[in-house]
């Protein structure tokens, strides 16, 4: 596929390969996206805003030059944000590709590096010589004004001019929790939410940090994605639990919100509001059971963000339409084109059904088997930024009272 | 005292001086969880430590300045409910008729009284949307003036970019509606604050209103503009 090299999130010739249920593919305009979904689709995005994650700094104890790139941290907490975990490159920039990329100096614990305004030190080699754990040595407020101030957007060398933080953030985008953009959502402005009302499509979101995408470094890769924390909020599980009492199918706009509807269901049956953290890896090997169709971008074989798509096409299918995606000229990466994958037919499983999964817990909660609910120790767990917002969480009462 | 605002994450620009000030006091004694905005690092420090507030020390007539703000405020507040575009330039000082005005005042009073609000509240149309799906209630107030109905003489730049305001204003609040996020314009009324003397310098203070007043004024009517259950605790109270 050919490189998307300039930031343009709506290209008004951008393309969109289609793979419906049965396998059949076709390519069209993406502008005729709303034509492929139905009235009474659930249409859920990613609504996080992208942070200026890359840092150039100084390695103090030797005054090498290094990028950090701030890669997750613990929780979506606006106050969370004095340690993270992080990629360090030595000098360079992303015009370098990431696999030519100088190693940084030998990182030991206790060193300091300074990023602009700030000082980070390393707390924790995370067995791999670019991975640590740092801890900003500022007061929170100064942490998020030195990253506005001196922080950039994560790129690479396929897009060579400097990005600023508009190119990267998507016109729904929200909270800044993302490390790189969660780019399906470049597809969604304004205008395309007035034609889903337009059409009986229904529209909510989840705010998922989406992690980096590739780090230039086959073992690093391999862990890729990173643990990523999300929220669902209460407003997208009741939209949520209404689709399926009703049979409607519920369209992801990404990976990432594949990932992290899918991790709610899959650990508490149903996907369901609060904050978590996302760990597991999307793929052939996994029964969806929220998500009916996909929008992504394109991805090359071999990124995690390829194996997701298996879990809604079989390996045949996914042949055949990056043949198409050669063959029609599609552009790739985060600039790119898109695909739209119905979950094929013969993946479709009724008995992992989230609302199949919520009238079991839910039975099983009225009659006291099963346990203690897994609600209610979510929210027992819950970090203390969480008890604030309580009161948009749903209630163990409301999901058991559920008849659905 | 009223908590009608009770955490409404708001965010305020020119919050240093007049009615923006006026603003950030107000808006924190109900409540709200605030950030401003303001040029001169020294002025925001005082007015952060002073009222509690998060200080954002930004231009929002500099195109750059906008999502290092909208990063911060977002960031910072962990979303967005309440927007308040209160930062706003005379044009010339002292006020000039049209045929004397330097175009590059009449450039600066349309960056800061409509492109700034206008780029500030798209960075942030996200966050406000976020806020109206998830039941929280999203109301943009646009700060405008009589002026930008009234043909005064020699308020040409200003009168100018507050009626471009208040009209984009109206058209943003018909095409939100359906996203329930709210944009309204208010003028505030002739108030006696720096801005004002800069334009009146010979004004008799008596005649002005006090920041304060207009700050109570614009708070209730965004207040109004939340959900209910705001409303009821702040009738309640």
């Given at each position: 596929m050919i490189a998307a090299d300039k930031p343009v999130q709506r290209s008004a010739d951008a393309k969109l390969l289609y793979v419906d249920a049965s396998g059949r593919i076709s390519s069209v305009p993406r502008t005729s996206l709303v034509e492929l979904l139905r009235s009474g689709d659930l249409v859920i995005a990613n609504d996080a805003a992208t942070l200026p994650a890359s840092l150039r700094g100084i390695h103090l104890p030797t005054g090498a030059e290094v990028e950090v790139r701030l890669a997750s941290r613990d929780s979506l907490a606006s106050g969370d944000v004095l340690r993270f975990h992080a990629i360090v490159f030595g000098a360079g920039d992303h015009r370098t590709r990431t696999e030519d990329r100088a190693l940084p100096p030998p990182l030991e614990p206790g060193q300091r590096i300074r990023v602009g305004p700030l000082t980070a030190i390393v707390e924790e080699l995370l067995g791999h010589p670019r991975l640590v754990a740092i801890r900003f040595e500022s007061l929170v407020a100064d942490i998020w004004a030195g990253l506005a101030r001196h922080g950039r957007p994560i790129q690479y060398a396929h897009m060579p001019q400097a990005l600023q933080l508009w190119d990267v953030w998507t016109p729904i985008a929200a909270q800044p929790v993302a490390y790189e953009p969660p780019s399906a959502g470049f597809a969604v402005d304004w205008q395309l939410l007035a034609a889903f009302a337009a059409k009986g499509i229904v529209f909510a979101t989840i705010t998922h940090a989406?992690?980096?995408?590739?780090?230039?470094?086959a073992a690093l890769d391999r862990l890729l994605p990173f643990d990523e924390p999300y929220r669902i909020p209460a407003a997208t599980e009741h939209a949520l639990r209404r689709a399926c009492r009703e049979g409607r199918r519920v369209v992801a706009i990404g990976t990432t919100v594949v990932r992290a509807l899918e991790h709610s269901a899959a650990r508490f049956g149903a996907a369901v509001a609060g904050d978590d953290v996302a760990d597991q890896r999307v793929g052939a090997q996994t029964q969806l059971r929220v998500v009916d169709v996909i929008l992504s971008g394109t991805h090359e074989p071999g990124t995690s963000h390829y194996d997701l798509l298996h879990a809604f096409a079989g390996e045949a299918v996914l042949r055949r339409a990056d043949r198409a995606l050669d063959a029609d000229g599609f552009r790739t990466h985060e600039f790119g084109d898109s695909v739209l994958i119905e979950r094929a037919s013969d993946r479709y499983s009724t008995e992992v059904r989230s609302c199949e999964a919520e009238r079991i817990f839910a039975t099983n909660a009225r009659t006291g088997r099963g346990g203690r609910s897994p609600y209610t120790s979510r929210f027992l767990r819950a970090a203390s930024d969480v008890v604030q917002e309580s009161g948009h969480l749903s209630s163990a009462g409301r999901l058991v009272g559920c008849s659905c | 005292m009223q908590t009608d605002m009770q955490s409404a994450r708001t965010l305020i620009t020119g919050g240093t001086s007049g009615l923006g000030l006026a603003l950030v006091r107000e808006l924190t004694l109900r409540g709200a969880r605030v950030a401003f905005v303001a040029r001169t690092a020294e002025r925001v420090a005082v007015v952060a430590r002073e009222y509690g507030a998060h200080g954002i020390v930004g231009d929002i007539a500099k195109k750059e300045d906008i999502h290092l703000i909208a990063v911060q405020a977002a960031g910072v507040l962990g979303g967005l409910d309440v927007l308040v575009n209160n930062a706003s330039d005379l044009g010339p000082t002292p006020l000039a008729l049209l045929g004397d005005t330097e175009c590059e005042d009449f450039e600066r009073a349309l960056l800061t009284n409509v492109l700034g609000p206008f780029r500030l509240t798209k960075a942030l149309l996200g966050s406000l949307a976020a806020s109206a799906r998830e039941g929280r209630g999203s109301v943009v107030l646009n700060v405008s003036s009589d002026a930008a109905v009234n043909a005064y003489a020699r308020w040409g730049a200003y009168g100018s970019s507050k009626a471009a305001l208040a009209h984009m204003t109206r058209i943003w609040n018909e095409e939100m509606s359906m996203h329930g996020v709210k944009l309204l314009a208010l003028d505030p009324g002739d108030m006696d604050t720096p801005m004002h003397a800069l334009a009146?310098?010979?004004?008799?203070?008596?005649?002005l209103k006090q920041p304060g007043v207009a700050a109570i004024e614009l708070a209730d009517a965004i207040a109004d503009l939340l959900p209910r259950s705001r409303a009821a605790v702040r009738r309640a109270s």
């Open positions: 989406a992690g980096i995408s590739s780090t230039g470094d | 009146v310098p010979d004004a008799d203070h008596a005649t």
